[in-house]
T-cell receptor, first 112, second 114 residues
Framework: NAGVTQTPKFQVLKTGQSMTLQCAQDMNHNSMYWYRQDPGMGLRLIYYSASEGTTDKGEVPNGYNVSRLNKREFSLRLESAAPSQTSVYFC???????????FGPGTRLTVT | AQSVTQPDIHITVSEGASLELRCNYSYGATPYLFWYVQSPGQGLQLLLKYFSGDTLVQGIKGFEAEFKRSQSSFNLRKPSVHWSDAAEYFCAVGAGGATNKLIFGTGTLLAVQP
């Protein structure tokens, strides 16, 4: 039982490049979330998926897209990376009607 | 709108000393409250949660928190801090409504000196 897994762990991009961050959970959770963490700002919600087949914007969605591929997987795509997207990205999941979220280990992204 | 405030950005305590990290929330109804811990380079781990009932909740690693409705607070405490407790601590509140979103505070970074 791996919980929430994220790939890659580290990534360096040049401005304008694209990439997809992958997230998978094996807890049969309905809801999944993408956050970014920046110093002094805590965790800010980018997008979330309340259930398979649905996605919604969070607090800071601009510059990102998501796909809920199936119940297990929720990916985050940066179409044209910008230095302002340099951050640590966390994926999380929670069960049906539960606020209790379980987090992945994070992806540290640097955009130069 | 719901919000969470952690007034202390950085706290330093001596090993063996007691600890209290402050958290204030803004929420109209009975809140769902959480404390998470993040060790350096790691993801967030749930320390404890409050949904209802006893206002003093126990968590992992010897931590506890007390819900005080009159003060809109959910402070985290530990009687004796260990060096391994050095980490960043986040308070969170359930956003309410039809979603399971959490609203996080900006975190308190705890340093432990020998």
């Amino acid at each position: 039982n791996a919980g929430v897994t994220q790939t890659p762990k580290f990534q360096v991009l040049k401005t304008g490049q694209s990439m997809t961050l992958q997230c998978a959970q094996d807890m049969n959770h309905n809801s999944m979330y993408w956050y970014r963490q920046d110093p002094g700002m805590g965790l800010r919600l980018i997008y979330y998926s309340a259930s398979e087949g649905t996605t919604d914007k969070g607090e800071v969605p601009n510059g990102y897209n998501v796909s809920r591929l199936n119940k297990r997987e929720f990916s985050l795509r940066l179409e044209s990376a910008a230095p302002s997207q340099t951050s640590v990205y966390f994926c999380a999941s929670s069960g049906y009607r539960s606020y209790e979220q379980y987090f992945g280990p994070g992806t540290r992204l640097t955009v130069t | 709108a719901q919000s969470v405030t952690q007034p202390d950005i950085h706290i330093t305590v001596s090993e063996g000393a007691s600890l209290e990290l402050r958290c204030n929330y803004s929420y109209g109804a009975t809140p769902y409250l959480f404390w998470y811990v993040q060790s350096p380079g790691q993801g967030l781990q749930l320390l404890l949660k409050y949904f209802s009932g006893d206002t003093l909740v126990q968590g992992i690693k010897g931590f506890e928190a007390e819900f005080k409705r009159s003060q809109s607070s959910f402070n985290l405490r530990k009687p004796s801090v260990h060096w391994s407790d050095a980490a960043e601590y986040f308070c969170a509140v359930g956003a309410g409504g039809a979603t399971n979103k959490l609203i996080f505070g900006t975190g308190t970074l705890l340093a432990v000196q020998p």
